[in-house]
């Protein structure tokens, strides 16, 4: 089993900056893939970023990619998402996720899932 802890969302303006954390404890780590999705209201769950396992291989939705980087600590328990000039079509629940193996943008893919952070993004 694996347990997954998201941090660091918040209000912010549009333009501003939030660096999402998410840890993971329960198996190692390191033979996860991990990813970021959100939910908007109203909207289904959307694939932001992932992070490949055991190397540093990433990948990013149309809509964030250049303003997002996703990241993982040397020890492999933690991955971040910064997030930069954040626009208000970025409000939304963001979700850390985790599987065995390879990365996918699948949301279907991954077992495990951590409670939620909301980002709102204000003008």
């Known amino acids: 089993q694996v347990q997954l802890v998201e941090s660091g969302g918040g209000l912010v303006q549009v333009g501003g900056s939030l660096r999402l954390s998410c840890v993971a404890s329960?198996?190692?780590?390191?033979?996860?893939?991990m990813a970021w999705f959100r939910q908007a209201p109203g909207k289904e769950r959307e694939f932001v970023s992932s992070?490949?396992?055991?190397?540093?291989?990433?990948d990013y939705a149309d809509s964030v990619k250049g303003r997002y980087t996703m990241s993982r600590d040397s020890a492999g328990n933690t991955v971040f998402l910064e997030m930069n000039s954040l626009k208000s079509e970025d409000t939304a629940i963001y979700y850390c996720a985790a599987k065995v193996d390879g990365m996918t943008r699948a949301s279907s893919d991954y077992r495990y899932w951590g409670q939620g952070t909301q980002v709102t993004v204000s003008s």
């Open positions: 329960g198996r190692p780590v390191v033979s996860l893939s």
């Open positions: 992070v490949n396992w055991g190397t540093p291989t990433t």
